[in-house]
């Protein structure tokens, strides 16, 4: 990808929480050379309202990473970057 431009990975809606501590969103990235680079994770709900999980800014070095993020809602939602 070059400089300014956006890619956008969505889930499709998920059921709510399928395990009754709540479940886990795991995800790889590269984050590196990208200064002012960042990735928003981003629940959203199907009533329409949004959460933001965790933003992910600077430079991360040069390897991919891994994310896990706990997921808990009563409703079903979908997550997006």
């Given at each position: 990808m070059q400089?300014?431009?956006?890619?956008?990975?969505?889930?499709?809606?998920?059921?709510?929480?399928?395990?009754p501590d709540g479940d886990c969103f795991q995800f790889w990235y590269f984050l590196h050379y990208y200064e002012t680079g960042s990735?928003?994770?981003?629940?959203?709900?199907?009533?329409?309202t949004e959460e933001k999980l965790?933003?992910?800014?600077?430079?991360?070095?040069?390897m991919w990473r891994t994310e896990r993020l706990p997921m808990k809602s009563a409703t079903p939602y979908q997550v997006s970057t």
């Amino acid at each position: 990808m070059q400089e300014q431009q956006t890619a956008v990975l969505q889930t499709q809606m998920i059921p709510s929480q399928v395990h009754p501590d709540g479940d886990c969103f795991q995800f790889w990235y590269f984050l590196h050379y990208y200064e002012t680079g960042s990735i928003h994770v981003t629940m959203k709900h199907d009533d329409g309202t949004e959460e933001k999980l965790v933003v992910l800014e600077g430079d991360r070095g040069s390897m991919w990473r891994t994310e896990r993020l706990p997921m808990k809602s009563a409703t079903p939602y979908q997550v997006s970057t």
